[in-house]
């Protein structure tokens, strides 16, 4: 069984175009689409039922947190293994070629030279500030730009991370420094 959904005429002239589409979908089978899909949100919510809200309690935006980003950035490799099978990462690098072509390739945050400018000056030239970064992309820039969120949930980051670091003991770890400053009202 295939269903296909278009959200939009340039998708479905698309879809017409690569898919044999002359065998309608039925209403079983968009039953059968529903259950898979609410089981994977089932899964990923159990999977992360105990993780903190950071859309409401600002975990990522506190910047009195850097021994924590060293902490758990010690470890990166600058691989960018989180980033190439991310769902919602999106950056790209045009690298020139001979003859003035230009081909588009996947960057990350997480590689050195990321933000490298004119002169070598490069902001984010610490691991650590690399690493937030990337976080601070997911959870804080692009939701506020764009009104959405930029994980999943899916957890492939935490699979394919060659130094072992999962982003769920990061957020526990934020969470419970914060829970520890509102409840004393250390800094």
């Known amino acids: 069984m295939m269903v296909l959904e278009f959200k939009s005429p340039k998708g479905r ?59 758990y950035s010690d470890t990166c490799v600058s691989c960018g293994a989180c980033s190439a099978i991310c769902p919602t990462c999106s950056c790209f690098l045009f690298i020139e070629r001979p003859e003035f072509e230009k081909v588009r390739s996947l960057d990350t945050c997480q590689y050195p030279g990321f933000e490298r400018v004119a002169a070598g000056e490069d902001p984010l030239r610490p691991l650590s500030k690399r690493f937030r970064n990337r976080y601070m992309c997911k959870y804080v820039w692009k939701p506020e730009k764009f009104h959405a969120k930029a994980c999943t949930g899916c957890g492939r980051c935490i699979e394919a991370c060659i130094g072992e670091i999962n982003k769920n003991e990061l957020f526990m770890e934020l969470n419970q420094k914060e829970h520890l400053h509102n409840d004393y009202g250390t800094s």
């Open 13 to 71: 002239q698309f879809g017409e175009k690569c898919f044999d589409l002359t065998e309608p979908t039925t209403e079983s089978d968009i039953a059968k689409l529903h259950k898979v899909r609410e089981a994977v949100a089932s899964k990923i919510r159990e999977r992360n039922r105990e993780l903190p809200n950071y859309e409401k309690t600002g975990l990522l935006v506190a910047e009195s947190e850097k021994e924590i980003w060293e902490k």
